[in-house]
Each structure stands twice: as structure tokens, then as C-alpha cells.
């Protein structure tokens, strides 16, 4: 949910020792041959994956996936950014 990512970003969960971390809103559209896609908007230069949702780390850095781990334990084990 966009709303708890944001929310985490103002409380001070996107605050990740010297990097801040910040989201996309994102759109989901129904069209009108009832096809859903969803959107977001295009950020220029190179994009990164460092942390998938079935929870592996791709590259050497862990970082992302220690920010998933503190979201998970911050919220009270109910929910997780990824």
C-alpha cells in the first residue's frame, strides 16, 4: 500500500543510516476491455533491483533487505516493505 509506504518514509523508516529511501506513487487503471495495468512515473537514469519480493538479495549489497527486515520488526511483524 502506497499510503504505509509513504507513512513510513515521514516517520522516519526511509531514514537508512546516509541514504533516504522514497517511493513511487503508483496507478493502477482499469481500461475500458476491463484490462488492468498498473503505472508509474518514469524516473531517468539507471535502475537498480537489489531486493526481490520472494526475498533474495540480488547483488552484494544487503542493505535493502535489512531496511524489508526493520519495516517488518518496526511494524509489529504486520507488515513489510520491499
Known amino acids: 500500500n502506497q499510503e504505509i509506504h509513504r507513512h513510513a518514509v515521514e516517520t522516519?523508516?526511509?531514514?537508512c543510516g546516509?541514504?533516504?529511501i522514497d517511493?513511487?506513487?503508483?496507478?493502477?487503471?482499469e481500461l475500458p476491455e476491463r484490462v488492468t495495468v498498473s503505472?508509474?512515473?518514469?524516473?531517468?537514469?539507471?535502475y537498480r533491483k537489489h531486493?526481490?519480493?520472494?526475498?533474495?538479495t540480488m547483488g552484494p549489497r544487503t542493505t535493502?533487505?535489512?531496511?524489508?527486515?526493520?519495516?517488518?520488526?518496526k511494524s509489529?511483524?504486520?507488515l513489510m516493505i520491499v
Do not use: K, M
Not at 12 to 15: A, F, N, T, V
Not at 39 to 46: T, Y
Not at 51 to 56: D, L, R
Not at 64 to 73: D, E, L
Open 39 to 46: 503505472a508509474e512515473a518514469f524516473v531517468l537514469g539507471d
Open 12 to 15: 522516519g523508516l526511509g531514514r
Open 23 to 29: 517511493f513511487l506513487l503508483t496507478h493502477v487503471v
Open 51 to 56: 531486493n526481490t519480493n520472494g526475498g533474495s
Open 64 to 73: 535493502p533487505q535489512a531496511f524489508s527486515y526493520f519495516t517488518f520488526i
Open 18 to 20: 546516509a541514504h533516504d
Open 76 to 78: 509489529g511483524r504486520r
